[in-house]
């Protein structure tokens, strides 16, 4: 949570307001701000946010850090941390992390979710490659930078799949290299079922990018499965170490059910 603002003037906790009981695990808690009122509660305000750990919080803004937490001068948030919420993947804006090996958010390891809030697998390894790849502070897992721009779409732009059919689900993937130099990428499709449970993956490996040069293919994807609402998700890296430079997220209703 960052960049988050409490406007009532007297407010506290402009990241997160405790009025009962809260605990944070590997979560980013800094650089928000309260309305009225100096830095010292503009993340953590209320009652007191117990830490299980793999933390970065604010420093000195209300948030008190456990012996596994990690914290930042709130004002370098922005610079040193994360990057403006924009596209990164997914289905929503996100704060990308940076990708610097300085960046307290990085690897702090604890527990995390199997995937991150775009979808991409968690944990990826960080800038210190060669080490066991560790959980990141936050939502959003940093796997690498964004080399790729990538956009997934029903090929027919009506992603709606008949109940009974044969269960598959033509897309067009369309990514751009944004490194500044030829790249050679895989290009993979994963699908989710309603449950979260990932039921199908389709690769084609060892495409050449080359700078800006926009790239096309067509895969498709297998749904296999209860009626309900699936996801599709297409990713752009390589396939087999799991780093992944871009990345795009399509919602399939199949049999016409949400």
Known sequence: MTDNYASFFGETGGGLYNSGEATARNTL???????GL???????????????????FGTGTGCAPGSSDRTVDPFEVATAVVLPLADYGGLTPTNALRWAGSNPAL?????????????????????????????????????????????VAAQDEIALVPFGGDNTLTVTIRARNVSGKPQTYDLWTTTTAPDGSVVATQ??????????????????????????????????????????VGSDALPVSKNGQA
């Open 38 to 56: 100096n830095q010292f509660t503009a993340d953590c305000g209320g009652n007191p946010v117990t830490s299980e750990g793999g933390n970065v």
């Open 203 to 244: 690769v084609q490996r060892d495409i050449t990018f080359e700078p800006e040069q926009p790239r096309q293919r067509a895969i498709t994807a297998q749904l296999p499965g209860a009626a309900g609402l699936y996801r599709i998700d297409a990713f752009v890296g390589d396939y087999d170490s799991g780093v992944v």
């Open 107 to 151: 690897d702090i390891g604890g527990s995390c979710p199997a995937v991150d809030q775009r979808g991409l697998p968690a944990p990826l390894d960080g800038p210190d490659a060669g080490t066991v790849a560790s959980c990141d502070a936050g939502s959003v897992e940093a796997g690498a930078p964004v080399n790729a721009r990538v956009n």
């Open 29 to 35: 808690l800094a650089g928000n701000r309260a309305n």
